[in-house]
């Protein structure tokens, strides 16, 4: 029998939510501690589904970053447990991206469950949140600014026209709608991480200053916690007074040093978090520890935005991609890989002109990672790993473009190397196909008069 | 002589991420209060350290703070390009720390 929280819930009016990932489909969920989470009296069980870490590729190409099976098994540990349980699920971000085609896989993953376990009817909610291209170039056209973020300029018709797929970054609104209309699961498009939780809580009464915060810290399960483990699950109570977040894995606690230090993860200020509709200010958050693995907040505020502006994501394609991969062993061939670089370069420039394509040369073993930033760049190891990769606008030109410039380096001609029988030692005599390249084309803001506008709304049955 | 130590031997916690395509963070995080406010004081974590550090303008970072109920100093900075643009080699700016470990700590 696991072992429930210690404490039981609070003499208050209390929702109690379980988180069990912080990037469900991702990495799947450790269903220890979710059992467990599911013996604490959960009012909904919650996950995000979402993240830009992943990079462009996925949003561009619109596909998902991880195998179809370990969406669907986390899809139906969560959805046996809530169905079983009789409290909704919320599903934010399905699918890493959260395009519309992410959105009818999701929705299709429930109904395929529902059928296989033979769960009785219930309504799925889902949401959309893609914007189109034509909408938003009347927006420009229209001097309706689509203002830039972390640094980045207004939009302009040519990056706009260089865009594959733009999602909108939804707030609690298409959230507490779907709830209203007696959705069991809800299948979310693109939206904040805290929304998820958020909704909820502000739906049932619960303060906004809290009720935002509670996601914030819920968000990202057991990152909250410590010893480090993620993909376990994490138990959070609201009251109308507090937000209290307990690790669930016996081996974790949640101590004010792991909560307080979340609130900053993957954030460039731990004091601030945006979103549609407002912020909400942590500056002024106080923590205490409530019980051995829990903790109590207070504190947080939310203040409301004085213009509705939400959030956009946009990935463009460059083009197809091709990667090599050589190594070097020859210390007077890693001290001067810039010339052999340059003049594998050099053949490519011959071959198609200096502009068309993209050629990019990352040498492991000097300054791969960190790049110009790196302080150690001048002592490079004594052997080099470089990875080569060619971006063209066709499947052929990129394989020419890589393969040139990855056998040329084979050629360099180098005025002192003792070595004249190949520069470089191939791990494989090919070039291999990559997925297309893609860059975050959108990083911007733009105005709504309705918080739903972009959001529209739909109810489905599941189940027998 | 002021004895000191490197940064990766007092702190608890030493990470880079992203915050969201076009930043990374930095959280360096303190077991204790006494370590936290020496390392403010010596500051090895100012932002004008951090640029020596990593090379870059003051104006290439775009949040510096004292984080005091975490026990952290954080900072962020601007990527040179967006998260997995082609060329970028650390999608989730997961290894951008390693420059922070052996700096030196006077007096710890």
Same mark, same amino acid.
């Given at each position: 029998m696991p072992v429930s929280i210690q404490h039981g819930r609070s003499a208050n009016h209390t929702l109690r939510i379980v988180c069990p990932n912080g990037h469900l489909g991702f990495a799947p969920i450790k269903t220890g501690s979710f059992q467990i989470g599911c013996h604490c009296e959960p009012d909904l069980i919650c996950a995000d589904s979402g993240s830009c870490d992943v990079g462009p590729v996925p949003l561009g190409a619109d596909i998902s970053s991880s195998p179809l099976q370990w969406q669907v098994d986390d899809l139906e540990t969560m959805l046996l447990a809530s169905r079983r349980l009789g409290v909704p699920m919320i599903v934010g971000s399905a699918g890493d991206t959260g395009t519309n085609s992410r959105v009818d896989l999701f929705v299709g993953i429930i109904r395929d469950l529902a059928n296989k376990h033979g769960l009785s +009817?219930?309504?799925?909610?889902?949401?959309?949140? /893609?914007?189109?291209?034509?909408?938003? +170039?009347? +927006?420009?056209?229209? +001097?309706?600014?689509?203002?830039?973020?972390? @640094?980045?300029?207004?939009?302009?018709?040519?990056?706009?026209?260089?865009?594959?797929?733009?999602?909108?970054?939804?707030?609690?609104?298409?959230?507490?709608?779907?709830?209203? /209309? @007696?959705? @069991?699961?809800?299948?979310? @498009?693109?939206?904040?991480?805290?929304?998820? *939780?958020?909704?909820?809580?502000?739906?049932?009464? *619960?303060?906004?200053?809290?009720?935002?915060?509670?996601?914030?810290?819920? /968000?990202?399960?057991? *990152?909250?916690? /410590?010893?480090?483990?993620?993909?376990?699950?994490?138990?959070?109570?609201?009251?109308?007074?507090?937000?209290?977040?307990?690790?669930?894995?016996?081996?974790q606690r949640c101590t004010i040093a792991s909560v307080a230090g979340h609130a900053m993860y993957e954030r460039a200020n731990p004091f601030y978090e945006y979103f549609l509709g407002g912020h909400i200010d942590m500056s002024q958050c106080h923590y205490e520890q409530y019980d051995e693995r829990t903790v109590r907040v207070t504190g947080p505020r939310y203040v409301p935005a004085s213009e509705l502006r939400v959030k956009l994501e946009g990935a463009g394609k460059i083009g197809e991609r091709y990667v090599g991969i050589v190594g070097v062993r020859d210390p007077y061939t890693i001290a001067n890989i810039d010339l052999v670089t340059a003049w594998a370069r050099q053949q490519v420039v011959e071959r198609f002109g200096d502009s068309g394509y993209e050629l990019h040369f990352t040498i492991y073993g000097r300054n791969a990672i960190l790049g110009d930033k790196e302080p150690l760049r001048a002592a490079p190891a004594h052997e080099l790993g470089i990875v080569v990769q060619g971006v063209a606008p066709t499947k052929a030109m990129a394989e020419e473009v890589c393969m040139i410039a990855t056998r040329q380096m084979f050629y360099a001609r180098l005025p002192q190397v003792k070595g004249t029988a190949g520069g470089v030692a191939f791990l494989l005599d090919e070039v291999m196909r990559a997925s297309p390249a893609y860059r975050w084309t959108l990083n911007h803001t733009m105005p709504v008069d309705d918080p739903l506008e972009l959001f529209p709304t739909f109810i489905v049955e599941a189940g027998i | 002589m002021t004895a000191s130590r490197k940064l990766s031997e007092i702190a608890k916690t030493i990470r880079s991420k992203n915050a969201g395509v076009d930043k990374i963070t930095f959280d360096i995080v303190f077991p204790d209060s006494s370590t936290y406010d020496q390392v403010r004081k010596s500051g090895v974590l100012s932002r004008a350290a951090v640029c020596r550090v990593f090379g870059i303008a003051a104006e290439q970072i775009s949040d510096h703070v004292e984080f005091d109920p975490a026990l952290a100093i954080k900072f962020t900075i601007y990527r040179r390009v967006p998260s997995g643009s082609p060329g970028d080699a650390d999608i989730f700016g997961s290894q951008q720390y390693g420059p922070l470990l052996d700096i030196e700590v006077p007096g710890v």
């Amino acid at each position: 029998m696991p072992v429930s929280i210690q404490h039981g819930r609070s003499a208050n009016h209390t929702l109690r939510i379980v988180c069990p990932n912080g990037h469900l489909g991702f990495a799947p969920i450790k269903t220890g501690s979710f059992q467990i989470g599911c013996h604490c009296e959960p009012d909904l069980i919650c996950a995000d589904s979402g993240s830009c870490d992943v990079g462009p590729v996925p949003l561009g190409a619109d596909i998902s970053s991880s195998p179809l099976q370990w969406q669907v098994d986390d899809l139906e540990t969560m959805l046996l447990a809530s169905r079983r349980l009789g409290v909704p699920m919320i599903v934010g971000s399905a699918g890493d991206t959260g395009t519309n085609s992410r959105v009818d896989l999701f929705v299709g993953i429930i109904r395929d469950l529902a059928n296989k376990h033979g769960l009785s +009817r219930f309504r799925v909610g889902y949401f959309y949140s /893609e914007v189109s291209k034509d909408a938003l +170039r009347r +927006r420009i056209v229209d +001097r309706d600014t689509v203002m830039g973020l972390d @640094g980045r300029p207004p939009l302009d018709l040519a990056t706009l026209d260089a865009t594959e797929r733009i999602v909108a970054v939804a707030g609690i609104h298409p959230y507490i709608k779907l709830l209203n /209309e @007696g959705a @069991g699961v809800i299948i979310g @498009g693109r939206s904040s991480d805290c929304a998820i *939780f958020a909704a909820p809580a502000i739906r049932q009464g *619960f303060p906004e200053d809290l009720a935002y915060f509670y996601g914030k810290v819920l /968000e990202c399960a057991s *990152f909250c916690a /410590e010893p480090y483990g993620a993909k376990e699950s994490v138990l959070g109570e609201i009251t109308i007074d507090d937000v209290k977040v307990t690790a669930l894995l016996p081996e974790q606690r949640c101590t004010i040093a792991s909560v307080a230090g979340h609130a900053m993860y993957e954030r460039a200020n731990p004091f601030y978090e945006y979103f549609l509709g407002g912020h909400i200010d942590m500056s002024q958050c106080h923590y205490e520890q409530y019980d051995e693995r829990t903790v109590r907040v207070t504190g947080p505020r939310y203040v409301p935005a004085s213009e509705l502006r939400v959030k956009l994501e946009g990935a463009g394609k460059i083009g197809e991609r091709y990667v090599g991969i050589v190594g070097v062993r020859d210390p007077y061939t890693i001290a001067n890989i810039d010339l052999v670089t340059a003049w594998a370069r050099q053949q490519v420039v011959e071959r198609f002109g200096d502009s068309g394509y993209e050629l990019h040369f990352t040498i492991y073993g000097r300054n791969a990672i960190l790049g110009d930033k790196e302080p150690l760049r001048a002592a490079p190891a004594h052997e080099l790993g470089i990875v080569v990769q060619g971006v063209a606008p066709t499947k052929a030109m990129a394989e020419e473009v890589c393969m040139i410039a990855t056998r040329q380096m084979f050629y360099a001609r180098l005025p002192q190397v003792k070595g004249t029988a190949g520069g470089v030692a191939f791990l494989l005599d090919e070039v291999m196909r990559a997925s297309p390249a893609y860059r975050w084309t959108l990083n911007h803001t733009m105005p709504v008069d309705d918080p739903l506008e972009l959001f529209p709304t739909f109810i489905v049955e599941a189940g027998i | 002589m002021t004895a000191s130590r490197k940064l990766s031997e007092i702190a608890k916690t030493i990470r880079s991420k992203n915050a969201g395509v076009d930043k990374i963070t930095f959280d360096i995080v303190f077991p204790d209060s006494s370590t936290y406010d020496q390392v403010r004081k010596s500051g090895v974590l100012s932002r004008a350290a951090v640029c020596r550090v990593f090379g870059i303008a003051a104006e290439q970072i775009s949040d510096h703070v004292e984080f005091d109920p975490a026990l952290a100093i954080k900072f962020t900075i601007y990527r040179r390009v967006p998260s997995g643009s082609p060329g970028d080699a650390d999608i989730f700016g997961s290894q951008q720390y390693g420059p922070l470990l052996d700096i030196e700590v006077p007096g710890v």
